[in-house]
Each structure stands twice: as structure tokens, then as C-alpha cells.
């Protein structure tokens, strides 16, 4: 069992940055792939970015160049830093841990965090 708890979202405005931290329990994180999610109102979740046991990431188009996933092993935390940010952008961001193999669909991943709102003024 693994518990996924994100901090740092907060309101920003547009062209500002914001860090992401999801904190992890349990002494497998290096075992698991783990990703990003966001959700905005009346929205599907979307993918946003995982980076893999493997050291791999892989990002959706939207964010490309923009964000940057990054993750601690030592800590059990992964990282999502947010540059350049739209107010397209807003939503609640969900960390997610897998198993299996992290893509970015929302059937591989076993556990999620309860999510941290982003919001960004124009």
C-alpha cells in the first residue's frame, strides 16, 4: 500500500512558477513509475508527465518545455516544477504511482494523491 500526499499548489499568476512536491510512504518508491495528472472543472484528468524507475519522463505536448518532473528516491518524493504558466493551466494536480509501467493512461496507475489545486490569474 502506498499513500500519495501533493503540496505547493497555490495561486499564481500568469508567466509565474510554481514547485509541486508529492510525498510518498512505504520503502518501494524506486519501484514505482510515477506521474502527474491534472484535473479542471468539468474536465476529464489528464496526463501531464511521469518519470519512470527507469529514470525515463515523458510529457504531455501542453506542458513541453514548460514543466519538469523530477523525483528523490531518498525522500519517496517526486516533483513537478511549473514555469511559464497559463491560465489554461489551472486545475487539480494528482500524483500517481504504477506498477507497471507509467503512461499516460489513467488505468496504470495504482494509487493517487487527493490532489493540490493550481490556479493561474491572466
Known amino acids: 500500500q502506498v499513500q500519495l500526499a501533493e503540496s505547493g499548489g497555490g495561486l499564481v499568476q500568469a508567466g509565474g512558477s510554481l514547485r509541486l512536491s508529492c510525498a510518498a510512504s512505504?520503502?518501494?518508491?524506486?519501484?514505482?513509475?510515477m506521474g502527474w495528472f491534472r484535473q479542471a472543472p468539468g474536465k476529464e484528468r489528464e496526463f501531464v508527465a511521469v518519470?519512470?524507475?527507469?529514470?525515463?519522463?515523458v510529457y504531455a505536448e501542453s506542458v513541453k518545455g514548460r514543466f519538469t518532473i523530477s523525483r528523490d528516491n531518498a525522500k519517496n518524493t517526486v516533483y513537478l516544477q511549473m514555469n511559464s504558466l497559463k491560465p489554461e493551466d489551472t486545475a487539480v494536480y494528482y500524483c500517481a504511482a504504477s506498477y507497471g509501467l507509467g503512461t499516460a493512461r489513467k488505468a496504470d496507475y495504482d494509487y493517487w494523491g487527493q490532489g493540490t489545486q493550481v490556479t493561474v490569474s491572466s
Open positions: 512505504g520503502r518501494t518508491f524506486s519501484t514505482y513509475d
Open positions: 518519470f519512470r524507475r527507469t529514470s525515463t519522463t
